[in-house]
């Protein structure tokens, strides 16, 4: 039983003891309910409290129990709620640590609440496309008022237990943060209200304090209209709410219940907690025990004061680690400083960072042009040239010169990294740490494994991932990795539909339609379309049969490298990133469409992301197969993370499952008849899978 039951003093405890957080499974809901009935059945027994074991009150539903039978067995939470509402005797939620979603349902249920200083409380479920199916629309503006309570559950947004000093949230908050404290106070103040006469207070019998609360939402819904427009569950959140001002309480909650059982079926929701189980997902390595020995990292170097170089510092001192950042050229090295110091002055300058904490960073940032100065180091990472050559270069000297237990990490973004830890004497120290430009901003971090990176080693990184509000996964060895080996093929339709007679822009808006941060072309323009050339003109010396536009080459040809030279694939305006069409553009596809005598015809936005995402999809499938990832997740929370697929739709592989896999196949067999129809030979596993039934996410 994961709910424990003890008698104090004629105070009966029901003490919530589920791992880590106290999620309210089936076995939680059915030890709660059994402590009732004893509780009731005890004529000893005056009154209850209602607490949680460890480190949480309760953080809601049990995650673990996401999407099976269990989550909607009986009892499930409104009926332990209701069961609560009608005890005979008090109860009395002693809070403390955390109370989000169901936790705060449940707490707001009880007839008195206390709370411990610094407990967060939340009602987060949005944030995973659903809303708070146990009454928490319809109690919480009643304790808290209208205001905070559309913040609160529109958002997810967490706040302090002190923050709602002064409402009905509350009957008291104690002074001691301690549980235990807690705890004797809400067993005293349960024995002393278990003395007074009944009926004993109900939120659901409270009047919402609202002033102008029609304004107010209609104000809301406005504003949430406007700003979620991918995402239904904010606007049910707010039908709810104005049930819960304009109607009784149980039609308020039937209200609640209808929207909560729609939006578990909706397909943002599904995006929304597949991303969630993701990012938890992607944390995991099948051979790597959680209990894997990590090596202390505290001193870290940087190879390189480039764009990424420079970002890659700024990550790790922003996280409080020591950086040594290393430059051939003094120059070199004061440009990557003045871009650290400008960064952090924008970020001051937009109230993102006060100005102590940026010095502060600062001021844990040495420069060095000598090997020597980084031998220390516990990290080093490499961010130099794309080229393997100078990668050798670097790593034979970083072998020569760090410690023993140092780790040695690479920023390729497509490079063999076997090869690069074969420079060295310690392969086993050696792994891939690419980061996404800006480095400093990028949530995803892919970590490469190599043939012989050591499983300490990786242990490491994806602890240090965390410190570093990133989102890491892991990669096995192949040209591009996960995410540059799926997005070249991305890039590559995007030049085959130029061919065709598309616009840049034409095909940019259609794919920021279906819901991506920027399409292809802005894409480019912004990395530096001499990146993408240089990876072009490497895979056709290794792959002379490969197939590619030609009209990104001509670009280059014309100096036209992106937003870095103020003119790419589009013009743009010094100190502004916004891409304007350009004539000259537009004039170097028409010459190349008029002398490439490919057959030119109109192509449907619908056409422009299929081709696009199913790109994505079969080369995800492949290298799901490979074994390069290790779960389909993996490559989503890269797309979502790294590359700006749209999250309601999931990332790929998940959007691939939702449209059918059948039904992707069978495009991917219409474009096969079509130009450069060789590249839309399905990946063996997609072919599997769609005949099976079944999908790439499970």
């Known amino acids: 039983m994961t709910a424990e039951y003890q008698v104090q003093d004629g105070v009966a405890i029901i003490t919530l003891a589920n791992p880590p957080v106290n999620g309210l499974g089936l076995a939680t809901r059915q030890g709660i309910m059994e402590g ?3 509780a009731a059945a005890d004529a000893s027994v005056r009154a209850i409290v209602l607490t949680g074991a460890g480190k949480a009150f309760s953080g809601g539903a049990d995650i673990r129990e996401f999407g099976t039978s269990k989550a909607l067995e009986e009892p499930i939470l409104v009926s332990v709620i209701a069961a609560i509402e009608h005890s005979p005797k008090p109860v009395v939620a002693a809070v403390h640590s955390v109370a989000m979603g169901g936790g705060l349902e449940l707490a707001l249920g009880c007839h008195y609440r206390l709370a411990a200083p610094g407990a967060q409380i939340a009602l987060p479920e949005v944030k995973l496309g659903i809303m708070p199916g146990a009454g928490g629309t319809q109690r919480l503006p009643r304790v808290a008022g209208l205001e905070a309570a559309l913040d609160m559950i529109t958002t997810g947004a967490v706040v302090r237990s002190e ?17 235990a404290d807690l705890l004797a106070e809400a067993v005293a103040f349960a024995r002393e209200v278990g003395t007074r006469p009944g009926p ?10 609202a002033p102008d609360a029609e304004g107010r939402l209609a104000a809301a819904r406005a504003a949430i209209a406007a700003r979620s427009a991918h995402f239904p569950a904010p606007l049910k959140c707010i039908e709810a709410l104005e049930a819960a001002v304009r109607l009784p309480f149980e039609a308020g909650l039937k209200v609640e219940r209808e929207a909560f059982l729609f939006l578990l079926t909706t397909p943002e929701s599904r995006a929304l907690r597949h991303a969630f189980f993701g990012e938890r997902a992607a944390g995991k390595i099948a051979d790597v025990p959680s209990a894997t020995p990590v090596r202390d990292i505290h001193k870290v170097a940087v190879i390189g004061a480039g764009t990424m170089g420079a970002g890659i510092a700024m990550t790790f001192l922003s996280a409080g680690l020591p950086v040594t950042l290393l430059e051939a050229r003094q120059e070199a090295l004061e440009r990557g400083v003045a871009t650290i110091r400008k960064n952090y002055d ?8 006060s100005e102590e904490k940026a010095e502060r960073a600062m001021a844990l940032l040495q420069t060095t042009l000598d090997y020597a100065a980084i031998a220390d180091a516990d990290l080093v990472i490499e961010a130099v040239f794309e080229d393997m050559g100078v990668k050798e270069t670097v790593f034979r000297q970083l072998d020569a010169v760090m410690k023993p ?5 690479s920023n390729t973004s497509t490079l063999d990294l076997n090869a690069i830890a074969g420079f060295t004497t310690r392969p086993q120290d050696v792994v891939g740490l690419h980061f996404f430009s800006p480095a ?4 995803l971090l892919e970590v490469v494994r190599g043939a012989q990176t050591g499983k300490d080693v990786l242990a490491t990184v994806m602890k240090l991932a965390k410190t570093l509000r990133k989102t890491a996964v892991v990669s096995g060895v192949c040209d591009g990795f996960i995410g540059n080996r799926m997005v070249e093929q991305y890039v590559r339709q995007a030049g085959f539909l130029l061919d065709e ?8 808006s259609a794919i920021e339609r279906f819901g991506f941060a920027m399409g292809p072309f802005r894409m480019c323009d912004l990395a530096g379309n001499d990146i993408w050339q240089a990876i072009r003109t490497r895979k056709l010396q290794e792959h002379p049969d490969l197939a590619y536009s030609t009209t990104a080459d001509q670009l280059c040809a014309l100096g036209r490298f992106g937003q870095k030279t103020g003119a790419g694939w589009y013009d743009y305006v010094p100190g502004d990133r916004t891409a304007h069409p350009s004539p000259v553009v537009a004039g170097l596809l028409a010459k190349h469409v008029a002398a490439s005598g490919v057959p030119q015809r109109q192509v449907s936005d619908e056409e422009i992301v299929e081709r696009l995402v199913y790109a994505l999809v079969n080369e995800g499938a492949a290298i799901l197969e490979e074994g390069i990832a290790a779960k389909a997740s993996d490559i989503d929370m890269v797309y979502l993370t790294g590359y700006g697929f749209p999250l309601h739709r999931g990332g790929p592989m998940l959007y691939a499952d939702m449209v059918g896999l059948d039904k992707v196949l069978a495009r991917m067999q219409s474009f096969s008849t079509g130009y450069h129809g060789e590249l839309w030979k399905p990946a063996p596993l997609l072919v599997r899978l769609a005949a099976a039934g079944k999908g790439l996410t499970g």
């Open 163 to 179: 923050q709602l000093a002064g409402t009905r949230t509350f009957d008291r908050i104690v002074e001691s943060s301690q549980p």
């Open 346 to 353: 924008s970020t001051v300058r937009k109230g993102k960072l």
């Open 200 to 209: 004993h207070p109900l939120v659901r019998d409270l009047n919402i304090e």
């Open 501 to 508: 007679g598309c616009t840049p822009q034409q095909i940019d």
């Open 405 to 409: 237990g140092a780790i040695l990490a």
């Open 36 to 38: 009732l009935q004893r």
């Open 440 to 443: 400093n901003v990028m949530k």
